[in-house]
């Protein structure tokens, strides 16, 4: 697939399929290396594999309140001094002037002010809540956080609590600069260093906030330290598993002296920065091509060098600017989406948490994200589609939505638009049992009336197919909240029972959750109940797409599953590494699900669509966001 001129990236690539982590040798040997278009390859496959042709962007604004700052970083061509005539400060009222409805994100950080008082700070988070409740605020950095905490004499963890009560939600990843002491003492030596970085983002994971990192490179770094910082910045993502993304951020040399005017990084560098930090950092969803430090048209070719986000229209940035920066002021949205679209990607307009709100393409197949759909999948190449993978109740709601053609959706996202969609022989059914729907219980299932059940917030079917088996087999009255069982520890001690499924339940099946001692699969439940499998998902297209385009869709999936069920070893290691299972127990699980509709399954949609009509009045179910 990937035709190497340099052969010392083989044995990466080999890992990098294995889903294996990159070593500090590997990363050194990926920058030494002048094969750039193999390097981008692995990274295109790598970015594929999680987000599949989705770039993401936001409608945001940046806010940097003032320039005056504390420190003087080499690097930095923005702040200045308290008496510079250059100086500004933007009162609570400015900052609100600057804000409007349509915006989904605000990313604020600025210089350390000298006077500012903390109910400033406090004050403008609430404020811009107040104003505009759609907003996600995104501000200050880990520089500023340990400022605040030294200045008004708070702890790190009192700083962040009553930001986070005041309405912040995420902190961004500036201020990282290079985790490198030789590289802190030369050009920012006021400022914090790696560990307090990295203990700053620590606590705030631990406290619930999500976080971003960065890299600022093309200075005098090292090849060594850029690795290095992505080894760390990999290490603590394995331990909160907070970061939502990282950004590589091309040096703008601008009138800082550290380098000439004019020398800007190379695109060589940029790329292969953007690609390497994607291969090392396989446990972050993703990386951003900023295309405010990269140029619009670079960030355009990042698109396909493993970056999966385009960060947002960004109106109002200076830092980067400032120093030269020779990026428009802001991109318009159509702007955006258009150059996503040039690179062959679908534009997913997204919030802070990358909850996708709105698909900008045409020609886009839903994919439900979980292992069970890989048969469909794994040989379905057509270049009219480009494929947008997410959860299933993610997934529905843009089909709903109409931002989707077709796809593998949820059976009860699909009852919701039968007037506009029809739907192919094809299907994720359960015969018997699933193995990747299950509901763990403290208590026999007998016994769960009046109880409190956790649901995973990624079902859409299983939910419902759990509500019929309760109350209408059962007659039960239960409680249920959606949570995020992913994050286990915190949430499962509250709650009687918890139903996980998808990539997540196969994940538990070699990792039972303690205390929760009985387990059923849904599946089973209801051909006990029905004598008849469980259909979870369908292939649905729209039904005014042309009949010549349906079949060429039909005879694809078809071909697709012939060829995936007659091709002996093709389950890839990456899976194995990923839900801690071997190949065997893969395709097993595989094997025992049912792809194609027959009798049976049409007579069980059926069935259940009445159960479901008779549900859909009453809503229990309490939202945990
Ligand atoms: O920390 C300062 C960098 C950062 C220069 O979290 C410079 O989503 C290049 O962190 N050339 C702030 N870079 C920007 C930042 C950021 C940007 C976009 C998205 C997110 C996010 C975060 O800018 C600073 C510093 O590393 N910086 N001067 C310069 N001359």
Known sequence: MINFRDKNLIPIWEKVQRGNELTFEDGIALFNSHDVISIGKMAHWLQREKNGDAVYFVVNQKIEPTNICVLSCKFCDFAVKKNSPDAYEMTIESILEKLNPELLEVHITGGLHPDWEWDYYVGMVKEIKNHFPRIDVKAFTAVEIDFFSKKFKKSIEEVLLELKEAGLRTLPGGGAEVFSERVRRLLFNQKIGAKRWLE??????????????????????????????????????????????????????????????????????????????????????????YWVMLTEELAAVALNFGADDMDGTVGGERIAHDAGAVSPMQLAKNKLIKIINDANKIPVERDIFYKPVKLHSKNV???????????????????????????????????????????????????????????????????????????????????????????????????????????????????????????????????????????????????????????????????????????????????????????????????????????????????????????????????????????????????????YSKLKSKELMVEKF
């Open 200 to 289: 700053i983002h620590k606590k705030a994971h631990q406290l619930g906030l999500r976080s971003n990192a960065t890299l600022l490179y093309g200075h005098i770094e090292t090849i060594e330290e850029r690795v290095n910082h992505l080894l760390l910045l990999r290490d603590l993502q394995k331990e909160t598993n907070g970061f939502l993304s990282f950004i590589p951020l091309a040096f703008q040399p601008g009138e800082t002296g550290i380098k000439p005017r004019n020398q800007f990084t190379s695109a060589i560098d940029d790329l292969k920065t953007i690609a390497i930090s994607r291969l090392i950092l396989n446990n972050f969803d993703h990386i951003k091509a």
């Open 365 to 611: 197949i839903g994919r439900v994200s979980y292992l069970n759909t890989l048969p469909f999948f794994k040989y379905l190449d057509n270049r009219e589609y480009k494929i947008f993978p997410a959860p299933p109740r993610q997934l529905g709601f843009l089909f709903k939505d109409g931002n989707i053609d077709a796809g593998i959706v949820s059976l009860v996202d699909y009852f919701d638009k039968e007037n506009d969609f029809t739907f192919l022989p094809y299907g994720i059914v359960g015969n018997k049992n699933v193995k990747s729907v299950i509901l763990y219980s403290k208590f026999p299932i007998e016994d769960l009336n009046k109880k409190n059940i956790a649901v995973t917030d990624e079902t859409s079917t299983s939910f419902r197919l759990l509500q019929v088996l309760l109350e209408m087999k059962y007659g039960f009255d239960v409680v249920y909240i959606r949570e995020k069982i992913s994050a286990r520890e915190k949430i499962l001690p509250n709650f009687d029972a918890f139903l996980t499924i998808g990539d997540d339940a196969l994940k538990f099946i070699k990792n039972k959750p303690e205390d929760f001692v009985y387990s059923y699969d849904l599946a089973q439940l209801w051909f006990d109940w029905k004598k008849l499998p469980f259909v979870f998902a369908v292939w649905a297209v729209k039904k005014d797409l042309p009949q010549n385009k349906i079949e060429v869709l039909n005879k694809l999936l078809d071909d697709s599953l012939n060829k995936f069920f007659s091709t002996k070893n093709n389950i890839e290691e990456f899976y194995t590494a990923k839900l801690n299972l071997n190949k065997k127990e893969i395709e097993d699980y595989l094997n025992n699900i049912t792809y194609r509709l027959g009798e049976e399954e049409i007579k069980s949609i059926n069935l259940f669509r009445e159960y």
